[in-house]
């Protein structure tokens, strides 16, 4: 998979709230992110599972991948593949850290068109979910952090 396209760089958190093991998202200028860190390595990715939108912020990090809390699909971190579904992947974005905080470059054309932000290389703020401005708690991606009421289907349903 090729390298992520360059975009315009946004603030994701404050670096100490993303401790190593951890996963957070945030709605970055219209585009669901999710930032791991692990092996004091950060990976910035598509928040949304491709099956049935789960935020994978709330799945299971391992050494390279993310499982999916709701029917187990795991993405491999390195190119955003997932080994359950082929075909099915999430998009990565290029993250660092930086002034304590954690940054994250989201393409332009990953962005809603009226998301407006910061030319090439100055840094954009993020929001949350809920509109609280950046810098706060993490955005839970789904108010209720919950599945569907029927469960979705498992994983041998798809
Ligand atoms: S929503 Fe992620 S595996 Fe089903």
Known sequence: MPPPAPGTLHDFCAAADLGE???????IAGVAVAVARQGGRLSAFGALCPHQ???LSDGLLDPGGITCSWHLWRFDLATGECE????????????RE????????????????????????ETASSESVNGDAAGGSPAEMRPSGERPADGGPSCEGR
Not at 98 to 121: C, N, T, Y
Request: glycine share 16%; aromatic share 2%; charged share 15%.
């Open 21 to 27: 093991g951890e996963v957070l998202s945030r709605l």
């Open 53 to 55: 939108q789960a935020d």
């Open 84 to 95: 359950m579904a082929p075909g099915a992947s999430i998009p990565l974005f290029a993250a």
């Open 98 to 121: 930086q002034g304590g905080r954690v940054l994250v470059e989201v393409p332009a054309d990953a962005a809603r068109p009226s998301s407006g932000g910061a030319a090439s290389g």
